[in-house]
């Protein structure tokens, strides 16, 4: 019977058995002998500052507009605090023994206005390893959930398990406003998934060498370890904080007292009170003083007015509409959209309050019939016009819609 000549294992108990000469070797044993090598030659990472494409703060910005629309000002501080970050790693060790500080983000905003977006496009004009994770599935070490570590499981993972590279990469954590503490009281009860996920954030944050599994999910003590140092990964942090209006809202009346109280509210634009966010508000929705002081930059993302979700659907590369066309395309298909069908789509966005999210809900309830027929149909070209959409939005509920 055919076995392993290093392990002894038979062909049934391993997954592949490569034949030589006078005998064979099983993909455990490969798989033992490249990590010794490895491990006993050095693996040299393939990562380099030349691979980075590094621009210019406003050439960045330039960058982003082409896919982001609006958001100027979030877009101003995201270029210059990437800027910095990759600039800080690049500088060559000097006398004077000036040491910068990296600048992790932080990104407040109503959901669908671009947050995920923003720090997708920087990481591909960037060419680093960039990967996207959700805080809402952490809790503490030791809880049913994932362990902290896990953040950067998939950074390894899309940077090929070079560290070299993962370690000049960016984390964008999601839903961070999930991770809020519960109560005002810190001790009333154990908040695993709250106050105990943002502790064990603190030192991923800062940098430290931080234990990675490699798979990911639950640590144990048997399983191999990969050291990962967070000093120079970039994080940027991104959440709705839905109700934080309130907490700026009362701040910003209890600061105007006196005889000029009346006139300095009137100046205050109270249908978008997040351009006013400070780190206070941020404290007083539920996250830790010394997390907040690992996120230095704070900027926020503006709703979405009638102009930029119509400017959505037609103007970045990506597009809603070249998407559908480029769809249609492919099978042959001209697709256009008729005058007005725009606007009707942004009103019904505007209504359900989705965001640009909004607008692909409601893009996939009116082009549904369409992208289910016309492959099989033989036409050559379509043209959506509004009272086909209208009747196709007639027909479904729109309650659903609103939930979706």
Do not use: W
Request: aromatic share 6%; proline share 3%.
């Amino acid at each position: 019977m055919d076995k392993c000549s290093f392990c002894g294992r038979t062909k049934k108990e391993v997954s592949i058995l490569i034949a030589g000469l006078e005998g064979h070797i099983c993909d455990h044993c490969i798989e033992q002998a490249y990590s010794i090598m490895n491990e006993e030659l050095g693996t040299k990472s393939s990562f380099s500052f030349d691979m980075v494409n590094l621009l210019k703060p406003a050439e960045i910005k330039n960058f982003l507009d082409q896919y982001v629309i609006g958001q100027d000002m979030a877009k101003k501080i995201i270029s210059v605090a990437v800027y910095n970050h990759y600039k800080r790693l690049m500088q060559k060790p000097d006398s004077d023994d000036i040491e910068i500080e990296k600048s992790n983000i932080i990104l407040v905003g109503e959901t669908g206005t671009g947050k995920t977006l923003l720090a997708r496009t920087v990481a591909r004009m960037l060419n680093v390893p960039f990967t996207i994770v959700d805080a809402t599935v952490l809790t503490e070490a030791g809880y049913v959930g994932e362990d902290i570590e896990s953040l950067l499981t998939r950074l390894l993972q899309n940077a090929d398990y070079d560290v070299k590279a993962a370690e000049k990469g960016i984390v964008f954590i999601d839903e961070l406003d999930k991770i809020a503490r519960k109560g005002d009281n810190p001790s009333i009860t154990r908040d695993v998934s709250g106050e105990g996920v943002q502790q064990g954030l603190l030192k991923l944050l800062e940098g430290s060498i931080v234990n990675v599994p490699p798979q990911g999910g639950r640590k144990h003590p048997e399983q191999k370890m990969i050291p990962v140092n967070t000093k120079n990964i970039l994080f940027i942090c991104g959440g709705a904080f839905e109700g934080i209006e309130k907490k700026i809202a009362q701040r910003l009346n209890t600061q105007v007292v006196g005889f000029g109280a009346s006139k300095h509210r009137s100046r205050i634009d109270k249908d978008n009170l997040l351009q006013y966010i400070a780190p206070q508000d941020l404290r007083a929705y539920g996250l830790i003083p010394e997390i907040i002081g690992r996120l230095p930059v704070l900027t926020h993302l503006n709703p979405l007015d009638r102009k930029a979700l119509r400017a959505i659907l037609s103007e970045p590369k990506n597009a809603l509409v070249k998407q559908y066309v480029k769809l249609f395309k492919m099978d042959g298909i001209d697709l256009s959209f008729g005058e007005g069908v725009l606007d009707f789509i942004v009103d019904k966005a505007i209504e359900f309050k989705l965001g640009a999210r909004g607008l692909r809900s409601i893009c996939e309830t009116i082009m549904l019939d369409a992208m289910f027929e016309s492959p099989s149909s033989g036409t050559k070209e379509l043209v959506i016009t509004t009272d086909y959409a209208v009747r196709k939005l007639e027909r479904i509920d729109m309650k659903v819609l609103r939930a979706s």
